[in-house]
Antibody, heavy 122, light 110 residues
Framework: QVQLVESGGGVVQPGRSLRLSCAAS????????MHWVRQAPGKGLEWVAV????????FYAGSVKGRFTISRDNSRTTLSLQMNSLRVEDTALYYC???????????????WGQGTLVTVFS | QSVLTQPPSASGTPGRMVTFSCSGS????????VYWYQQIPGAAPKLLIY???QRPSGVPDRFSGSKSGTSASLAISGLRSDDEADYYC???????????FGGGTKLTVL
């Protein structure tokens, strides 16, 4: 069955960087686009970024564009999110999620991991 | 402020039906498929409906979705106590080049 396990969260000061990872298994990782979606404490879901199956296409939410970079390693079935210039408002539970399709364009998640918590705190 | 609009709360009694609304615009619901997710407190979201009205395998037929114009709805029939959760609608937004979510509706089973 599909398994997505996030790691890399923690407490960090504003302006610093953090790198999240997601280990995927149970499906053909290189055939599906992948998303990062976040949820601030007590709030709703906010999409962060998506990457196509081959890594050639990437799309970002306006709130993270230029600061976050999504990437993937299909040989290691791993998804990553490099987060730079972190802000207090980036504090959230970050979910890794599998897309139903391959391109990421007009795609939405079907399976979600359990999330990793990022706290930006001065 | 979420791009898709959902009422913050809903309630129903066991065995009855409850419906959730989701309102968007021509750039999201009006031109793309709607997805619905269930999030039980403390758990990850779970896909309930995709492509407006399709259920993934394992989702009971008590859950049904529909779309009309720039609005969508989710219905749960035969309400159960374990249906208590937050329900989110989502759709791709062509103007933003990414998915957008509603703010979620918290369901209370009385």
């Amino acid at each position: 069955q599909v398994q997505l396990v996030e790691s890399g969260g923690g407490v960090v000061q504003p302006g610093r960087s953090l790198r999240l990872s997601c280990a995927a298994s149970g499906f053909s990782f290189n055939s599906f686009a992948m998303h990062w979606v976040r949820q601030a404490p007590g709030k709703g879901l906010e999409w962060v970024a998506v990457i196509s199956d081959d890594g050639s296409k990437k799309f970002y939410a306006g709130s993270v564009k230029g600061r976050f970079t999504i990437s993937r390693d299909n040989s290691r079935t791993t998804l990553s999110l490099q987060m730079n210039s972190l802000r207090v408002e980036d504090t959230a539970l970050y979910y890794c999620a599998k897309d139903r399709g391959s391109s990421g364009w007009r795609g939405l998640p079907d399976y979600w991991g359990q999330g990793t918590l990022v706290t930006v705190f001065s | 402020q979420s791009v898709l609009t959902q009422p913050p709360s809903a309630s129903g009694t066991p065995g009855r039906m409850v419906t959730f609304s989701c309102s968007g615009s021509s750039s999201n619901i009006g031109s793309n498929h709607v997805y619905w997710y269930q999030q039980i407190p403390g758990a990850a979201p779970k896909l309930l409906i995709y492509r407006n009205n399709q259920r993934p395998s394992g989702v009971p037929d008590r859950f049904s979705g529909s779309k009309s114009g720039t609005s969508a709805s989710l219905a749960i029939s035969g309400l159960r106590s374990d249906d208590e959760a937050d329900y989110y609608c989502a759709a791709w937004d062509d103007s933003l080049s990414g998915p957008v979510f509603g703010g979620g509706t918290k369901l209370t089973v009385l």
